[in-house]
């Protein structure tokens, strides 16, 4: 692709409010990455309609998904930030590869069983697909590599398969996209209960930070933090509570995990915590002004959706034609 460099795609599902978690276990790690690969990030709206979304609500929320990428410094000029939904070629894409894909594989999906154990009312064909929409994504703009977190590994897995046989049948078509191994992201676990990962549907708020709450509201979150019998703060398996505080704070500074151990050394856990905090809102405050800035600034917003759908569709759509013309699909007269 352009400039020979390496393609990279990744995105987030538009559902649910984002945490810190995203943002040190991926979206930061993201920043890094612009200038070295040719990067896609989506806005992946049309996943999130595998469970049932209002409307209103949901239009707002992938509005300001999009938004959020570009407050947190992913640079809309230098990468291609997009609706997934705005190119439709994810669409039939995923069509076309739906036949070639088998449904024992899709069976075997561990994400599909545990959605379907949670939304028994709705397992629809959209939950069970799922995976095949995700490797049109991935292969529409012929990714070399992709960054996603242990949860999506099978996911990929899949599509790599998918590709490799397409490819079998028909020649070079796709290019087989593999893992992102960079800089592992911080993996933050949730404040309440730090056997888990802080995410976006907890059910207990106080588990999670999230991306838009306010000062106030993190010095209380961290302050309510589960921690450890002892009161020495320093990483270690037995002291998950604490290990996740260090996690976040080093993560947020910049800091090794060894410099934050020395620099509280001897303190206690009230000291502790409001540092955490304080290193939070250092990084949240910024983005967040940010993000209110942008919201304001409609016809920027509008221009750069514009002007990205456009980039995203003619990659897309140039690997769509080619599996057309593979496939035999008649051709469309000019
Ligand atoms: N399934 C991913 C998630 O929930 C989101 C996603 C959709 C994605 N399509 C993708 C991630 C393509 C990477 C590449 O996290």
Redesign the pocket.
């Known amino acids: 692709m352009l400039d020979d460099k390496k393609v990279l795609?990744?995105?987030?599902?538009a559902t649910g409010n984002l945490t810190l978690g995203n943002y040190l276990g991926a979206l930061k790690n993201w920043l890094t990455l612009k200038d070295e690969y040719e990067c896609f990030w989506?806005v992946?709206d049309l996943?999130s309609l595998t469970v049932r979304q209002v409307p209103a609500e949901f239009r707002k929320r992938a509005r300001n998904l999009l938004i959020l990428y570009i407050a947190a410094g992913l640079d809309p000029k230098a990468n291609c930030i997009y609706f997934?939904s705005h190119v439709s070629a994810h669409a039939e894409l995923s069509w076309l590869l739906n036949c070639f894909t088998y449904m024992g594989e899709l069976n075997r999906m561990t994400q599909f069983k545990d959605k379907a154990a949670k939304h028994a009312d709705n397992i629809n064909a959209g939950l069970f697909t799922?995976p095949v929409?995700?490797a049109a994504?991935?292969l529409l703009y012929q990714?070399d590599y992709?960054?996603?977190?242990k949860?999506?590994k099978q996911?990929?897995e899949i599509t790599r398969d998918i590709a490799e046989r397409f490819n079998g049948l028909y020649g070079d078509v796709f290019t087989i996209p593999e893992p992102y191994i960079g800089k592992a992201g911080a993996k933050i676990m949730s404040l309440q209960d730090p056997s888990k990962k802080m995410s976006k549907s907890d059910e207990n708020v106080n588990g999670s930070i999230y991306l838009m709450d306010d000062a106030d509201t993190v010095v209380r979150k961290c302050k309510r933090a589960v921690t450890d019998s002892d009161s020495e703060i320093r990483y270690a398996e037995e002291k998950p509570g604490i290990s996740n505080l260090l996690e976040i704070y080093s993560s947020c500074m910049n800091k090794t995990i060894e410099e934050a151990e020395k620099e509280f050394d001897g303190k206690g856990y009230g000291d502790f915590k409001l540092a955490v905090a304080e290193a939070v809102n250092s990084v949240l405050g910024p983005m967040q002004t940010e993000y209110e800035r942008l919201q304001k600034e409609k016809d920027f917003i509008d221009g750069i959706i514009k002007e990205n759908d456009e980039k995203a569709a003619y990659y897309a759509n140039k690997t769509l034609r080619k599996v057309r013309k593979k496939l035999g699909l008649t051709e469309k007269p000019r």
């Not at 795609?9 to 599902?13: A, F, L, R, V």
């Not at 992709?146 to 977190?149: A, D, E, L």
């Open positions: 795609y990744s995105g987030m599902q989506g992946m996943h997934q799922y929409l995700m994504d991935i990714a992709v960054p996603i977190g949860d999506q996911h990929l």
